[in-house]
């Protein structure tokens, strides 16, 4: 047995930049955000400060449901920093709002995952300052 | 008909230093320059009439090689480096350019991934990823949407491994032969990747010399770029890999990055896939290949795994893939050497002298660098013929 956890407080930490901030404030609140372009609706893969649909240069942040499915994962088994506790499961989810994420699956088996697997949000602190988005199956799916 | 882009430039003169775990008694510069000067003594030319140098080492360069007053231009990775290189001569700026690269010293912690491959960017870092990691999550795509199957990627890995083991200036090399069974019954890395799916990291250096056509007239078997091009999405390690993220609606996917910069190197070139006779591909991971393969058109989409397992990659057969035992065998110095010496194989090819796995008479030789999990992916076309 090798159950998915959250990364024990210790691992390396995001460091948070000018125009991510909001991001991690969300995360330390427990609530998932996600930009979007306010003139055309589009989402990229992280913050941005210019549209690269329509080149506006009005983002905002958006509040996600925090549900979404498993887009791709891997498993890993040998870390490329030994803090991290091994397996870990790092994974794309594309959330219900559209937008791609990366994350990590925690709460199952690594024989459980499955493409459009749905999971939901859960937020565990990385350290006294951070606090990581994870991803565990949803009630109903497991 | 306008002539060729590259009509007036020609590869003179190539070079890989001794290539090792570590290199103890050199650091990136020093090894870099041994590549350098091994690349212009067999171009047979006095490094005095250097009169450019490209690379991320390129002032050090002219420095220590006295080339001053010199243009130099501070790029980096394999191809773009020579296509930089071959249009300082095309427009005039340069006669003699240098291409040199190493890497040496960097590998500190052996335990862990090569430097280069440890993100530090605030979306990834705590998700403990890394290249085995970023490669996975396409290389997992792939086998959702087509089926390719962990033994596909084994036979992969066991070719290039084993292409390493026959040869004598491999880091690698006497570790085989290797078998598909051998790849899968390594240990589990970031699935679907197990060890022998995944790079080496080594040390050593490599250089590669081109001149005007003029000069080239001098020299003994000159070869030609018959085409190039790149590819990139974004910064590598830094936001999430995405086989199907697409920065507009109509543009291609992520996954496959390399595909519009293969089409454009066979349309300068004037060639099909069908008419490569050798392809030195660039080999982080064992998936990497197939979708490469799909990407620039050698099959289509899906049919990468077969066309592997088939035995369409391996020595005499339909299209020989990185032939010296690429970065899983021969050499992975570093990111700017390991890709440069992608295009030094494929010269080597050409040049009919390879001591291993030569692939007789070969006219045209493609090479590539970067992939998936990195968002960029450059292509070259390499030809004996004068384009």
């Given amino acids: 047995m090798s159950l998915l956890l959250p990364q024990p407080r210790g691992i390396p930490v995001p460091r948070p930049s000018l125009h991510s901030a909001a991001y991690w404030d969300g995360c330390r609140q427990h609530r998932l955000l996600y930009q979007r372009c306010a003139v055309c609706g589009y989402y990229g893969l992280g913050a941005f400060t210019v549209c690269a649909q329509c080149h506006a240069t009005s983002p905002t942040w958006e509040a996600s449901a925090g549900r979404g499915r498993l887009y791709s994962w891997t498993v890993v088994w040998q870390p490329p920093d030994p803090r991290f506790q091994v397996p870990y499961a790092p994974a794309v989810v594309r959330l219900d709002e559209g937008p791609f994420m990366m994350s990590a699956v925690i709460g199952c088996e690594p024989g459980a995952l499955h493409e459009g697997l749905e999971l939901s949000v859960e937020f565990h602190p990385a350290s006294d300052d951070l606090t990581l988005p994870y991803f565990a199956p949803s009630s109903e799916d497991s | 008909m306008p002539a060729h882009p590259f009509r007036g430039v020609a590869i003179a003169g190539v070079h890989n230093t001794v290539q090792a775990r570590r290199l103890p008694d050199h650091d990136s510069v020093s090894i870099a320059l041994a590549g350098a000067l091994g690349a212009l003594t067999d171009a047979g030319i006095s490094p005095h009439e250097v009169d ?55 590998h500190l912690d052996r335990t862990s991934a090569a430097p280069w491959t440890r993100p530090a960017n605030e979306l990834v870092v705590g998700y403990g990823l890394f290249t085995a990691a970023e490669f996975a999550l396409m290389a997992r795509r792939h086998m959702l949407t087509y089926g390719t199957t962990p033994e596909q990627l084994a036979a992969v890995a066991a070719t290039i491994r084993t292409n390493g083991h026959e040869n004598p200036d491999a880091v690698y090399h006497g570790r085989g032969p290797f078998s598909p069974g051998d790849v899968l019954a390594s240990r589990m890395i970031a699935d679907p990747f197990h060890l022998l799916d995944c790079a080496t990291t080594s040390e050593g250096g490599c250089g590669v010399v081109l001149v005007s056509a003029e000069r080239a007239a001098e020299s003994e078997a000159p070869l030609w770029i018959l085409g190039g091009a790149s590819d990139a999405f974004g910064p590598a390690y830094t936001v999430a890999p995405v086989w199907d993220f697409r920065p507009r609606p109509d543009a291609e996917p992520a996954g496959m990055v390399g595909a519009a910069a293969a089409r454009r190197a066979f349309a300068m070139a004037g060639l099909t896939p069908a008419e490569v006779d050798v392809a030195e591909l660039y080999d982080p991971f064992s998936f990497e290949i197939i979708r490469q393969l799909e990407a620039f058109g050698f099959c289509a989409p899906g049919e990468g795994g077969s066309f592997v397992e088939d035995g369409n990659i391996a020595p005499g057969s339909r299209l020989p893939v990185t032939t010296d035992g690429g970065t899983m065998s021969f050499s992975h110095p570093g990111i700017n050497a390991q890709q440069l010496q992608r295009v030094i194989r494929a010269a080597l090819q050409l040049r009919g002298g390879c001591t291993t796995n030569q692939v007789p008479h070969a006219e045209v030789a493609l090479c590539s660098n970067g992939g998936s999990g990195a968002l960029f992916c450059d292509v070259l076309l390499l030809g004996r013929e004068r384009p």
């Fill in chain 2, 52 to 106: 450019g140098v490209v690379g991320p080492d390129c002032a050090h360069i002219a420095l220590e090689l006295g080339l001053g007053p010199c243009t130099r231009r501070p790029s980096s990775l394999g191809i773009p480096t020579i296509l930089d290189a071959a249009a300082l001569i095309t427009t005039g700026q340069c006669d003699v350019v240098l291409v040199a690269a190493g890497g040496a010293g960097i």
